[in-house]
T-cell receptor, first 111, second 113 residues
Framework: DAGVIQSPRHEVTEMGQEVTLRCKPISGHNSLFWYRQTMMRGLELLIYFNNNVPIDDSGMPEDRFSAKMPNASFSTLKIQPSEPRDSAVYFC?????????FGSGTRLTVV | GEDVEQSLFLSVREGDSSVINCTYTDSSSTYLYWYKQEPGAGLQLLTYIFSNMDMKQDQRLTVLLNKKDKHLSLRIADTQTGDSAIYFCAESGSGGGADGLTFGKGTHLIIQP
């Protein structure tokens, strides 16, 4: 298995632009999580899905952030419009009843 | 809410043992985890311990859990330069991780030659 695959690995965008981060979970995993990592706040859970259904999005910082999981093999995290304070590393993780696997992350820089 | 605390840095000499400590607040946590993050990489699960255990050993790694004090530690024996990384403690909450993990801010392990 190739593990959790995230794309792109790096994204540099201008303030105000839309950014879409992508994640392919491990086949057969029933849960998917989006985390954000910054120096100041560490790792924060943004949203998670069980069986493709969003369960808790209370960690999403603002309405500018949205996430979808249209099927069991794909999820997106969208920021529109992006702001410099959104600069961070965004991780996707998938899980089978608590056994987590993380992707390599997307480093987002908003200038 | 739940909170996980770790010291930010630990410096050890190559060949010595490293002990990374963590405290957590959610006494109902089912599992406690240690993850390793190397520069530019994702989080790699090192080991985990079930809350009804007080010790787990896996090769050079020893995890100790003091549930009464809500204290978790990771001991790395014979620390090598390849162990240089950020180590994250995480707790699962009562849901066993089904609703996400709560992470500490990570301990940077620095290896001196």
């Amino acid at each position: 298995d190739a593990g959790v695959i995230q794309s792109p690995r790096h994204e540099v965008t201008e303030m105000g632009q839309e950014v879409t981060l992508r994640c392919k979970p491990i086949s057969g995993h029933n849960s998917l999580f989006w985390y954000r990592q910054t120096m100041m706040r560490g790792l924060e859970l943004l949203i998670y899905f069980n069986n493709n259904v969003p369960i808790d999005d209370s960690g999403m910082p603002e309405d500018r952030f949205s996430a979808k999981m249209p099927n069991a093999s794909f999820s997106t995290l969208k920021i529109q419009p992006s702001e410099p304070r959104d600069s961070a590393v965004y991780f996707c993780a998938s899980s089978w009843y608590g056994g987590y696997t993380f992707g390599s992350g997307t480093r987002l820089t908003v200038v | 809410g739940e909170d996980v605390e770790q010291s930010l840095f630990l410096s050890v000499r190559e060949g010595d043992s490293s002990v990374i400590n963590c405290t957590y607040t959610d006494s109902s946590s089912t599992y406690l985890y240690w993850y390793k993050q190397e520069p530019g990489a994702g989080l790699q699960l090192l080991t985990y311990i079930f809350s009804n255990m007080d010790m787990k050993q896996d090769q050079r790694l020893t995890v100790l859990l003091n549930k009464k004090d809500k204290h978790l530690s990771l001991r790395i024996a014979d620390t090598q330069t390849g162990d240089s990384a950020i180590y994250f403690c995480a707790e699962s909450g009562s849901g066993g991780g089904a609703d996400g993990l709560t992470f500490g801010k990570g301990t940077h392990l620095i290896i001196q030659p």
